[in-house]
């Protein structure tokens, strides 16, 4: 098993930052792919961005060139930079690991963190 733990939500102004960061521990050994993904009140949860144990990553087009992620397999770790903020990215934003790197849908992850509140008001 492998537990996820998020960190690093909060209320932010729109045009600000904010970094998520996702601590996996437990069986880690079988992680390859990883995500963050994101719902907003009465959306459908939706990819933000992945990332295979390789480093190459996946955006979705309302989040390219605003958002990063990134991973620290030492520390296994992965994290979410976000800049630019709009109020229309206030969401929970879960994380979630794979034992494949394969990964197109909510269903091919394995393990999902319990969320994180992202809030962006002025």
């Known amino acids: 098993q492998v537990q996820l733990v998020e960190s690093g939500g909060g209320l932010v102004q729109p045009g600000g930052s904010l970094r998520l960061s996702c601590a996996a521990s437990?069986?880690?050994?079988?992680?390859?792919?990883m995500g963050w993904y994101r719902q907003a009140p009465g959306k459908q949860r939706e990819l933000v961005a992945a990332i295979t144990s390789g480093g190459s990553t996946n955006y979705a087009d309302s989040v390219k060139g605003r958002f990063t992620i990134s991973r620290d397999n030492a520390k296994n770790t992965v994290y979410l930079q976000m800049n630019s903020l709009k109020q229309e990215d206030t969401a929970v934003y879960y994380c979630?690991?794979?034992?494949?790197?394969?990964?197109?849908?909510?269903?091919?992850?394995?393990?999902w963190g319990q969320g994180a509140q992202v809030t962006v008001s002025s």
């Open positions: 437990g069986s880690i050994f079988s992680i390859n792919a």
């Open positions: 979630a690991a794979a034992n494949t790197e394969m990964v197109r849908t909510p269903r091919d992850y394995d393990y």
